[in-house]
């Protein structure tokens, strides 16, 4: 699990951020799941190691422009890129319309290859190896936060002791695999946990934007290996922040501190932080890491490999 930031700026572009974005690369499934769309993403994507091809799923958070702009150019590019692959696309129960009217008046067509999910609190997808859930966060409009989780996998089975021992291969490898306890032939009892490293813990990322503080982001974050939060505004301003329902500096490093989660990244950055201000980013940073120290700024096409859990049943 691998994400990239393609845009950390709110509301509007700035010359050095572009509107909000990120992608999780899962290179075990040659796949890309797309978090928020705003505009100029499919330019950030050209402008980065990423694949468009390779987009399978688009969560879009809230309706907001600097969220959605780019969605429709971005499907328009995939289907003329010709790569067949289906886009699964969740959000807010007004995406699909907004998605439809778009195709209408610009005479784009859709066929199959785009398929719209709206959102509630709850599961939103699951499959072999993952789930997706989301929550309701306190923003002007519905927004929705989404926490993914990574399905814990047995630890290696150790062949060489199996061997060893004069198991026999074949379906009972299988069995032992999964940690089951097999009765031989000759009457031995084997227990496959004691054939098997320790399990690897599943990964967890939250992304939480746009918001205010709330119990809803905490609820995603917990124990997640990265928690990306909004992080419009400096603590000094935490007015501008309730009266607009977004989050502070601080907030995000309270948010991340109640969650316990590894690493927080914070993003969605006010222009009016921007290079040659009084009051910078670097600021916000300072604020943060006072109340959460493993705290790090999010920039347009970092890139942070999100580390496995070995034996960590937490």
Same mark, same amino acid.
């Given at each position: ?223 997640? %290996?990265? /928690?990306?939060?909004? +992080? !419009?505004? @400096?603590? &000094?301003? *935490?007015?501008? =922040?309730? %009266?607009? /329902?977004?989050?502070? +500096? !601080?907030? @995000?490093? &309270?948010? *991340?501190?109640? =969650? ?13 932080? *921007? ?40």
């Amino acid at each position: 699990m691998e994400i990239t930031f393609l845009g950390t700026s709110s509301g509007v572009p700035t010359r050095s951020r572009n509107v909000s974005s990120i992608a999780l690369r899962l290179p075990q499934r040659a796949e890309i799941w797309l978090f928020d769309c705003g505009e100029g993403t499919q330019h950030q994507l050209l402008r980065s190691e990423l694949r468009s091809s390779q987009i399978r799923r688009i969560f879009i958070t809230h309706m907001h422009g600097d969220h959605i702009f780019g969605l429709m150019g971005l499907i328009a590019s995939c289907g003329l890129a010709g790569s067949g692959q289906p886009i699964d696309i969740y959000g807010p129960p007004g995406l699909k319309d907004y998605i439809f009217t778009c195709a209408k008046y610009s005479y784009m067509k859709l066929f199959q290859r785009v398929n719209i999910h709206a959102v509630r609190p709850g599961l939103v997808y699951e499959d072999k190896e993952f789930t997706v859930t989301c929550e309701q966060l306190e923003h002007t409009v519905p927004a929705h936060g989404y926490r993914i989780a990574e399905k814990d996998r047995p630890g290696r089975f150790n062949v060489e002791k199996a061997k060893a021992l004069n198991i026999p291969s074949g379906p009972i490898y299988g069995e032992l695999k999964q940690g089951k306890t097999v009765t031989l032939e000759d009457g031995r009892e084997i227990r496959g946990t004691e054939l098997c490293d320790p399990p690897e813990t599943g990964r967890k990322f939250t992304y939480c934007t746009d918001t205010v503080f709330c119990d809803a982001s905490v609820e995603l974050a917990q124990d997640a %290996d990265v /928690l990306v939060h909004e +992080s !419009t505004f @400096a603590h &000094q301003d *935490a007015q501008m =922040a309730f %009266d607009r /329902l977004h989050s502070t +500096s !601080t907030m @995000a490093a &309270q948010v *991340a501190l109640l =969650a316990q989660v590894k690493q927080l990244f914070m993003t969605h950055f006010s222009p009016r932080y *921007a290079p040659g201000n009084p009051l910078q980013v670097k600021h916000l940073l300072e604020e943060a890491k006072a109340i959460f120290p493993n705290t790090r700024l999010a920039k347009d096409f970092l890139t942070y490999e999100i580390p496995r859990r070995r034996g960590d049943n937490g």
